[in-house]
């Protein structure tokens, strides 16, 4: 029996990622959102609960209680383009230890039944590291940055 196709978002070609103002400050006009140039790969640390040891003399079995949730890192690499607008505001964000708002715009995921836009991922978070970048023989000057999320993410489905 034939397995049904998958309905997973196929590769990550024509995502956009894009740096907006410092969280909560309302400027007029309103600041555009950036894109950030080059992009190579992304990734989503993922949730993760805290955890507190609550065990007990009478328990005699370890027990654990959940705690803060934590809605982790982003991670971008891209290619160096010290002229890329985007990378500049995000080594700026890291400079100022603000909190600033992102967003992840993927393409339409046709297999899903996406056909005008695809998932739009929306957070805010601190930029942790970012403005270094390697040097190397063989390869591109890639330039990495991270970003610890503050709160949680929305994601809006595409359409």
Known sequence: MPQPASKAQSTAVGT???????????????????PIGEVTSAKFSGIKTGVADVSTFDANVKRKLGTLIDYGTFTCTTIRVSTDTGQAAVIAAAASAKLYDFKVQLEPNTAAGQTTTGDLIEFSGVVTEAGGFDLDLNKQSDFTFTIDIDGEWTITEGA
């Open 16 to 34: 956009v990622i894009s740096i907006g103002g410092v969280t909560g400050v309302v400027t007029s006009p309103p600041t555009a959102f950036e």
